[in-house]
């Protein structure tokens, strides 16, 4: 799969819900403004993150459960970087994700026992809907499993951002995300528009 072009012509939206301390009276805060032009169809070079754990015997089976895991994971986790629709209510938290993508992986990095690296150049077709803020989050590797609920850290930074934007519903966007091996966090950028 390495260098090579994957496409993903099918366009289907990945609902996510989270249960974790969705309270509908979270109250608006701050971020900075964001005037920013995301350009759909501009190919850019972004790391992405996703939690692995790897499974098989032999050989051909370890490579065919990563195939697996890269073939349900890469989309959505990219899709991140792309506008996504989300809404927050007593519920929960749900995102959908657009994962009309083309993309092709440069590099793999394994940075620990569960969390792999990658480098993966890639263009969308999603659009920013206008003006929006930006939100710094900042969050541990550990975050990422609680209630035995894994969840990958691109759409977990998506939720944060669009909590502590306070908004019921709108577009939400990964604008940046990096993890530091020493304190073992992520720490990143999300872009929200109102719907």
Not at 52 to 74: C, D, I, M, V
Not at 161 to 190: C, D, I, M, P
Request: with cysteine; charged share 20%; glycine share 10%.
């Amino acid at each position: 799969m390495k260098n090579m072009l994957k496409k993903y012509p099918v366009l289907f939206l990945l609902s996510l819900i989270m249960l974790s301390g969705c309270s509908s009276n979270i109250k608006k805060q701050g971020g900075e403004p964001y005037d920013g032009v995301f350009i759909p169809g501009e190919s850019r070079t972004l790391p992405l993150y996703l939690l692995y754990t790897p499974a098989g015997q032999t050989s051909s089976e370890k490579q065919a459960h990563r195939q697996r895991f890269e073939n349900a994971n890469l989309a959505p986790g990219l899709g991140a970087y792309f506008p996504a629709l989300f809404s927050r209510t007593e519920k929960g938290w749900t995102c959908s994700i657009d994962t009309n993508l083309s993309s092709r992986i440069k590099s793999i990095d394994n940075l620990g026992a569960e969390l792999v690296e990658y480098q993966v150049e890639v263009s969308g077709t999603a659009a920013e809907t206008g003006k929006g803020r930006r939100y710094r989050v900042q969050f541990p590797l550990s975050a990422l499993n609680k209630k035995n609920q894994s969840r990958q850290p691109g759409i977990y930074a998506l939720e944060q951002g669009s909590l502590q934007s306070g908004e019921a519903a709108g577009f939400a966007r990964l604008e940046s995300l990096s993890y530091n091996r020493v304190t073992k966090t992520f720490q990143g950028a999300v872009i929200i528009t109102e719907k």
